[in-house]
């Protein structure tokens, strides 16, 4: 494949830039533990409604979020702004991203965005340092600019390392999954107890618990819920700007959503009016009953509903999903492990510098012992 010879670049630049910023983490111990969410690949796992579970499970108003504010105009800036205060929506999707929106107006919880994580812990701490006692890094298991306190890696249970190559050759970022404190295994229920076992084994010993992401309602309009079993025999569009629109497809069929028809956008879409217009056309021909859209779509689609003509403007209906462990006991398992690793944590040590003939070396070594991880 012709792709397959910048895989070799990519790893080798992926390495040297792993390196140096570790060297720039910042040492500073914070008020709150800090726990990362992540992945191995390039969307598609389910994070942020992981995150969102997480929120839920730890406190709410005890919880911020911290992301980057991915597709956001602010994600070009050095700043890092406050999305939410916990109760006030104070920023926009454009401005913020989609995910950071989405999070602000179904949590209670602080949600940060700015491409320094850094920079985004500190004015955390500085505005609600004294009611925060965890920051949940979203999609930052690459990210090394603040030391966690706990790693939590989620892995696609149907494609664990996808086509086992990196960018741009497949959609891994990379394969070391050593550093996570907790692998949780998403889609797991779509997967057998045979395969769950080998992945069980291989990520041995990490702590492995076994996920899925769960229908959790029709909504009109993201306000009224409806009634799935009424639904009867209604056929639907199913359109997402999403990293896997099949998980969202299985998700809705759980629901008894019948799905007629797809229209896939690509991840974090920056959607216009002519979209909606578009989509109201598919709907028009194909005699269909409405539109279902993730909530992450939604925070997009809402503001420009305005600029369609009202004869033009689908029905949207807004599915929700929620993450849920496959069993009581895997949850317990999953919280005892959280407390206890954010109970035994010790202060982070400042670490020393190194000459630059001794960076060389170091970098040369470790770049060879990870080669098999990336």
């Known amino acids: ?49 992981f995150v969102a579970f997480l929120a839920r499970v730890l406190g709410e108003q005890e919880s911020a979020i911290v992301l980057r504010g991915y597709k956001g105009t602010n994600e070009q800036k050095a700043s890092s702004i406050i999305v939410s205060d916990g109760v006030t929506l104070l920023q926009n999707a454009k401005t913020a991203g989609d995910e950071a929106i989405m999070h602000a107006q179904s949590l209670k919880s602080v949600v940060v965005v700015g491409k320094n994580r850094a920079r985004s812990c500190l004015l955390l701490e500085k505005l609600f340092g004294s009611k925060i006692r965890y920051a949940l890094l979203d999609d930052a298991y690459q990210n090394y600019a603040v030391r966690k306190d706990l790693e939590i890696l989620l892995v696609d249970a149907r494609a664990p390392f996808d086509n086992g190559h990196c960018l741009p050759a497949g959609r891994l970022r990379e394969k070391d999954y050593t550093r996570a404190d907790s692998i949780i295994l998403t889609h797991a229920d779509l997967v057998d107890a045979y395969e769950l076992k080998k992945l069980h084994a291989l990520f041995f010993p990490t702590p492995v618990f076994n996920g899925a992401h769960a229908f959790d309602g029709l909504w009109l309009s993201n306000v009224i819920r409806v009634d799935t079993q009424a639904l009867g025999v209604k056929r639907f569009l199913l359109s997402a700007g999403v990293g896997s629109i099949g998980g969202v497809r299985a998700t809705a069929g759980q629901g008894g959503v019948h799905i007629a028809l797809e229209h896939n956008f690509a991840n974090h879409h920056a959607y216009n009016s002519a979209d909606i217009t578009t989509l109201y056309d598919i709907v028009k ?66 670490e020393s510098g190194c000459s630059s003939c001794l960076c060389v070396i170091f970098l040369l070594c470790y770049a060879h012992f990870l080669w098999g991880f990336i």
């Open 1 to 49: 494949m012709i792709l397959y010879p910048l895989e070799f670049f990519y790893k080798l630049c992926f390495i040297i830039s792993r390196w140096l910023r570790r060297l720039k983490t910042l040492n500073h111990r914070f008020s709150f533990s800090i726990i990362s969410v992540g992945n191995l690949t390039v969307g598609g796992t389910g994070k942020s409604v």
């Open 285 to 350: 021909v194909q005699k269909l009953d409405g539109i279902v859209i993730t909530a992450k779509d939604w925070v997009k689609i809402e503001p420009l509903l305005g600029f369609v003509k009202r004869e033009q403007a689908p029905t949207f209906f807004v599915m929700r999903v929620v993450f849920e462990f496959l069993s009581e006991q895997e949850y317990d398992k999953f919280l005892l492990s959280v407390h206890k690793t954010l109970k035994v944590h010790l202060p982070h040590k400042k």
